[in-house]
Nanobody, 124 residues
Framework: QVQLVESGGGWVQAGGSLRVSCAAS????????MGWFRQAPGKERGFVAA???????LYADSVKGRFTISRDNAKNTMDLQMNNLKPEDTAVYYC??????????????????WGQGTQVTVSS
């Protein structure tokens, strides 16, 4: 089973940029589709972006054009570069490994390994 640890995040004013990173250990990172999810206070955890083992990426409509997901299979890391941040992007951001081979990229149920989360706060 893969273990995941997020880092980065923090506080930024609207329009600014932040990067969150995810370091993986314990299993074959390169074989997993990896994803970023976020959870704002009082809301359910939701899909942000995913990247397949071959580098193909998918984004939620709300972040498309502003966020970029990337991975380095040699270093077992994944990043989420967030630009033009908005107050509604404020949330705890989680990285996850899609352990179910089949199923949609945006469903939490298909991700069996999760990090502890990192806070991103965007002020207006």
């Amino acid at each position: 089973q893969v273990q995941l640890v997020e880092s980065g995040g923090g506080w930024v004013q609207a329009g600014g940029s932040l990067r969150v990173s995810c370091a993986a250990s314990g299993s074959t990172f390169s074989s997993y589709t990896m994803g970023w999810f976020r959870q704002a206070p009082g809301k359910e955890r939701g899909f942000v972006a995913a990247i397949m083992s071959n580098g193909v990426s998918l984004y939620a409509d709300s972040v498309k054009g502003r966020f970029t997901i990337s991975r380095d299979n040699a270093k077992n890391t994944m990043d989420l570069q967030m630009n033009n941040l908005k107050p509604e992007d404020t949330a705890v951001y989680y990285c996850a490994a899609k352990t179910r081979k089949f199923g949609t990229f945006y469903s939490l149920a298909n991700y069996g390994a999760w990090g502890q989360g990192t806070q991103v706060t965007v002020s207006s």
